[in-house]
């Protein structure tokens, strides 16, 4: 006898991995839709009239993300002016093709599609950076300009916010991550469904609780057309090794991904843990926890042929070249020992307008949407 499905009359095709509930095809689609719904409407991510940037890379996490939201838009009337932004890190083979990729999603969802590409905002493509430094740390450059490259993009659109296809999976990887790391600032921003109220665009995650095993799902019954090869680049390490870790947690403790983020969402932090201090970076006066914002200490090093400069936290070219920084300052600023705010030479690629990156980690999984390295 076949099963029947727990919300209609018809025949069950599939068990919900969220749930373990039998469900026919089309009440899985109304139940992981409506699940969204709900994630929206409790954590109030949106309001009417908002522009809404969807990043969008062509892999399965961001499909699903520009579908339901469009069909979300239409249902539950959340006045939304939707657009599709993706990045071009100018991979060849990998990028390029999932471009594509996006370009059709463009046509088969009607929503408008903006591109930004690294060469043009960088002067770098990832393929030039990765021959200039190597395989090792690639993601970490990769990572900040992302993150910089959305913003800016989504800035130039007059967006509100953005929104990512962050799942719940790989929210429960970057608490791990962060944990094993002992990074506390980040283990406490990492479960927040809105990060960078703080800055100029906020980002939600409305898959915060949404299974990637129902992603999958969802794309495949749904015959979506996306793209699923990895990133050539891709190293898979950290990451790798705490998504192996979760998954063999699953198997004793099915509910394990939704009880990592409870407990991430739970944690405090005790009042004397020194936390850094949001300010704007001095070159390009786009918000930084340090004097210099990372994106600009990694292009200056690209450029001046010392990528080691962008990485690490205290690491010895950088305070060598903060020490020079401060010598130009001091020339640059008519010797009254202040800062200019922004060189405007378009070195740290902000054109002078102020609109430079965060010191955000590329591996840090959080928000720097489309890859999750
Ligand atoms: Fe960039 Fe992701 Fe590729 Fe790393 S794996 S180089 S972060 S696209
Ligand atoms: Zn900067």
Not at 54 to 62: E, Q
Not at 209 to 219: G, L, P
Not at 243 to 269: F, Q, T
Not at 344 to 352: N, P, R, S, T, V
Request: hydrophobic share 30%; net charge neutral; glycine share 10%.
């Amino acid at each position: 006898m076949p099963r029947k499905c727990g919300g209609c009359d018809k025949n069950a095709i599939l068990k919900r991995p969220k749930t373990g509930d039998a469900l026919c095809k089309e009440c899985f689609f109304w139940a992981f839709e409506e699940e969204i719904h709900h994630t929206i409407e409790s954590a109030k991510l949106f309001s009417p009239g908002e522009t809404v940037a969807i990043g969008a890379s062509g892999g399965k996490d961001s499909t699903v993300l520009a579908h339901t939201m469009k069909i979300l838009n239409e249902r539950h009337g959340y006045g939304l002016n939707l657009i599709l932004l993706s990045v071009d890190e100018g991979i060849t083979g990998y990028r390029d093709d999932s471009l594509e990729t996006v370009k059709r999603n463009q046509q088969q969802y009607d929503l408008p599609l903006t591109i930004v590409s690294y060469e043009e905002l960088y002067g770098w493509t990832m393929d030039a950076i990765v021959k200039q430094i190597g395989l090792k740390n690639n993601c970490t450059f990769c990572g900040v300009f992302r993150r910089q490259a959305l913003d800016r993009g989504a800035m130039k659109l007059g967006a509100n916010k953005i929104v990512t296809g962050h799942n719940a999976d790989d929210i429960a990887e970057t608490v791990i991550m962060n944990v094993l790391r002992g990074d506390i600032a980040r283990l406490q921003r990492c479960t927040a469904i809105t990060t960078g109220t703080e800055g100029y665009l906020p980002r939600c995650k409305p898959f915060k609780y949404t299974y990637e095993k129902e992603i999958v799902m969802y794309a495949y019954f749904k015959k979506l057309d996306y793209f699923s090869t990895e990133c050539i680049y891709s190293p898979n390490a950290y990451r790798g090794f705490a998504r192996a870790y979760i998954k063999d947690l699953e198997k004793i403790r099915p509910s394990s991904i939704i009880d990592i983020i409870h407990s991430g969402e739970s944690l405090s932090v005790k009042k004397d843990v020194r936390m850094p201090t949001q300010t704007v970076c001095t070159r390009c006066n786009f918000i930084s926890s340090n004097d210099v914002c990372k994106a600009c200490v990694m292009l200056e090093g690209l450029n001046k042929g010392r990528p080691r400069l962008g990485i690490g936290k205290l690491h010895k070219e950088r305070r060598k070249w903060e020490e020079e920084l401060e010598e130009q300052s001091k020339i640059l600023s008519n010797g009254d020992g202040t800062t200019p705010l922004c060189c405007g030479g378009g070195k740290c690629g902000a054109d002078g307008g102020g609109e430079c990156g965060t010191d955000e980690g590329g591996e840090c999984g959080t928000d720097s949407g489309g890859c999750k390295n």
